[in-house]
C-alpha cells in the first residue's frame, strides 16, 4: 500500500508532520481529516528504487505475463459480480499479487479512477499489458454496465489463447531439445574428441579416407575459431532480434513463420483461431465491427496477419461485403468463408465466427498430436546420417591400422 508525507495542523493549530498508508491520496486525506487534522499538504513518498530494479525495469524482466492477466480477469469478475466497486477491488488485487510491476500498474489506474478518468480510459494508459481489445471490451462494458461480463469474456478468452499457445509449445519442446542436444554433441566430438583420434593418425605415414579428411578439417577450423564462431552466432541472433524488433524485420518474420513447412500451416490455423474467437467475442459484446477488427488485428500478435485484417475493415468502410474481404486476403478455407457467409444473411457472424474458432482449434489439435509423429522421422534420418558420417570418419582408418598391424 503506498505511503503518504502529509503537513497538517491538529486542533490547536500545531504544526503535525508524518507518514501515513492508504490506498490513494484522497483516501489519505479522509484518514488523516478523520482525526481533526485540518490538512495542509499531502504528497506520495516515492521509493527509492534499487539499481538491480531498475535495471530489471528496463530489460522488461518481471513484466507481467499472460498467466497474471488470466489470473487478474478472472478475480475482477469475481469481485465485480459480486458487487465491489471497482477502485476498492483493484486496490485490494494491488495489494495481493505477487508482481511489483503489475502491483504498481493496478496502483495507477486505481488513482486515474478517483482521478475522474473512466475505467477503459484508465486501463488505455497500459496498452503493453492490457490491448487494444481488452480496452474495448472494457468501454463495451462500461457503457452497457456489465463490466463483470467484460472481465468474465476477456478470462474465457485468454484463458482458450493460453491453451492454444502452450499445446504449440508443447509440440516444438521435444524436436528443440533432440536439435540442442545433437549441436552440443557435435561440439563435444569436433573439439575434443576428433582431434584425439587425429593424433593417432599423423603418427602413421598413411593417406586417410576423405571422410575423415573433412572431419579433421572441420575439427581443425572448430578448434581453433570456436570463440569467433560463438561470438558471431550471438551477434547473428542479437543483430536477428534487433532486426525483427522493427516493423519491417516483424512482418518478414511473421510472414516467414507462416511459410515453415507442416508448423507453418499449424501457426496460421492456431493465430486464425485466435483472431474469429476475439471476433466473435467482440461482437457479441456490441463492439462495431470497424473497431473490433482494428482491436482483433493488434491482439492477433502477427502483423502479416494484422495487415490482412486491417486490410478487411478497409474494405467494409468501402461498403464490401465481409465475405469479399475475407476472400481478398486469401487466408480462409472455402469452409470458413461458407460459414461467414451464411453468418451475415442471418445477422449472426458472432455465432458463424465461433465456430470458426472451435473448427480451426479441432485442426490445430488434431495436428498438434500428430506433429511428433511427423518430425521423429526426420530427426531419426538426420541423426543416423550424422552418425554414419561421423563412424565412417573414424572407423575407417582404424580399420586401416589394424590391417597394416596384422600384416606386421
Same mark, same amino acid.
Given at each position: ?70 489470473? /487478474? ?73 456489465? *463490466?463483470?461480463?467484460?472481465? *468474465? ?12 499457445? %502452450? ?32 593424433? =593417432? ?38 543483430? /536477428? ?23 507453418? %500451416? ?42 490482412? =485484417? ?85 572407423? *575407417? ?12
Amino acid at each position: 500500500m503506498p505511503t503518504f508525507i502529509y503537513k497538517a495542523r491538529d486542533t490547536r493549530g500545531q504544526l503535525q508532520q508524518g507518514e501515513v498508508e492508504a490506498v490513494s491520496k484522497d483516501a489519505a486525506a479522509s484518514l488523516l481529516g478523520s482525526q481533526g487534522l485540518i490538512l495542509l499538504e499531502v504528497q506520495e513518498k516515492k521509493a527509492r528504487g534499487k539499481p538491480l530494479d531498475d535495471l530489471k525495469r528496463r530489460l522488461g524482466i518481471g513484466q507481467p505475463g499472460l498467466a497474471e492477466l488470466i489470473l /487478474f480477469s478472472r478475480q475482477m469478475y469475481s469481485l465485480t459480480k459480486a458487487g465491489v466497486p471497482m477502485i476498492q477491488s483493484l486496490a485490494r488485487l494491488a495489494d495481493s499479487t505477487a508482481n511489483p510491476r503489475f502491483a504498481e500498474v493496478l496502483r495507477e489506474i486505481v488513482r486515474d479512477l478517483e482521478g475522474g478518468r473512466d475505467v477503459a480510459g484508465s486501463f488505455a494508459r497500459h496498452p503493453n499489458l492490457f490491448g487494444t481489445l481488452y480496452i474495448s471490451m472494457l468501454r463495451v462494458g462500461e457503457m452497457s454496465g456489465r *463490466l463483470d461480463e467484460a472481465f *468474465l469474456r476477456m478470462y474465457e478468452y485468454l484463458d482458450r489463447d493460453k491453451v492454444t499457445l %502452450d499445446r504449440i509449445k508443447s509440440a516444438i519442446r521435444y524436436p528443440s531439445f533432440v536439435i540442442v542436444a545433437i549441436l552440443i554433441a557435435i561440439g563435444i566430438l569436433t573439439v575434443l574428441v576428433i582431434p584425439a583420434f587425429a593424433k =593417432v593418425f599423423s603418427g602413421f605415414q598413411m593417406e586417410l579416407p576423405l571422410p575423415t579428411r573433412m572431419i579433421l578439417a572441420f575439427s581443425g577450423f572448430m578448434a581453433a575459431y570456436w570463440h569467433i564462431i560463438l561470438g558471431g552466432i550471438a551477434l547473428a541472433v542479437l543483430a /536477428f532480434r534487433r532486426w525483427t524488433a522493427t516493423e519491417k524485420g516483424r512482418l518478414w518474420w511473421d510472414r516467414a513463420k507462416l511459410r515453415i513447412p507442416k508448423i507453418g %500451416d499449424i501457426l496460421l490455423r492456431a493465430t486464425l483461431a485466435r483472431f474469429t474467437r476475439a471476433l466473435s467475442m467482440a461482437l457479441g459484446s456490441g463492439v462495431p465491427i470497424t473497431q473490433a477488427l482494428i482491436g482483433v488485428a493488434r491482439a492477433s500478435d502477427n502483423m502479416y496477419l494484422a495487415e490482412k =485484417v486491417l486490410g478487411m475493415r478497409m474494405g467494409i468502410e468501402r461498403g464490401d461485403t465481409m465475405l469479399r474481404t475475407a476472400i481478398q486476403t486469401g487466408l480462409f478455407t472455402p469452409v470458413v468463408l461458407q460459414m461467414l457467409s451464411v453468418g451475415e444473411e442471418t445477422g449472426q457472424v458472432d455465432d458463424m465466427m465461433r465456430e470458426v474458432a472451435d473448427f480451426y482449434d479441432r485442426e490445430v489439435e488434431y495436428d498438434i498430436a500428430n506433429l511428433s509423429a511427423i518430425i521423429e522421422p526426420v530427426l531419426t534420418v538426420v541423426v543416423g546420417v550424422m552418425v554414419l558420417v561421423l563412424a565412417l570418419g573414424v572407423f *575407417l582408418p582404424m580399420w586401416e591400422l589394424t590391417q597394416i598391424a596384422s600384416r606386421r
